[in-house]
């Protein structure tokens, strides 16, 4: 059973940036595809971004696309999200996501075990 651990939220202006990080036990990450989602109050949990550390592409929402990006760190079995060039509209909880599937996905339903979230917020 894979826990993950959101942390580094917070609140920033726009414009600026934040790094979260999604910790991980009971699994290596670099087995499994890792996911960003976001959830704005009163809507849909929508796809961020999505990557398999085994090879393959990053797949990212076009409306982050070139502003955030995923990474990890495999000493740490950590992934990260660097969002830059923050707008109020990032505002959200923001969940790791980790999947058993071969592909990336981008639909929530494709993922297997989820973190509690973590906040953030864009202030303009």
């Known amino acids: 059973q894979v826990q993950l651990v959101e942390s580094g939220g917070g609140l920033v202006q726009a414009g600026g940036s934040l790094r979260l990080s999604c910790a991980a036990s009971?699994?290596?990450?670099?087995?499994?595809?890792m996911g960003w989602f976001r959830q704005a109050p009163g809507k849909e949990r929508e796809f961020v971004v999505a990557?398999?550390?085994?090879?393959?592409?990053?797949y990212l929402a076009d409306s982050v696309k070139g502003r955030f990006t995923i990474s990890r760190d495999n000493a740490k079995n950590t992934v990260y999200l660097q969002m830059n060039s923050l707008k109020p509209e990032d505002t959200a909880v923001y969940y790791c996501a980790a999947g058993r599937g071969i592909v990336p996905g981008t639909s929530r339903y494709e993922y297997d075990y989820w973190g509690q979230g973590t906040q953030v917020t864009v202030s303009s």
């Open positions: 009971g699994g290596t990450l670099s087995s499994y595809v």
């Open positions: 990557n398999r550390w085994s090879g393959g592409s990053t």
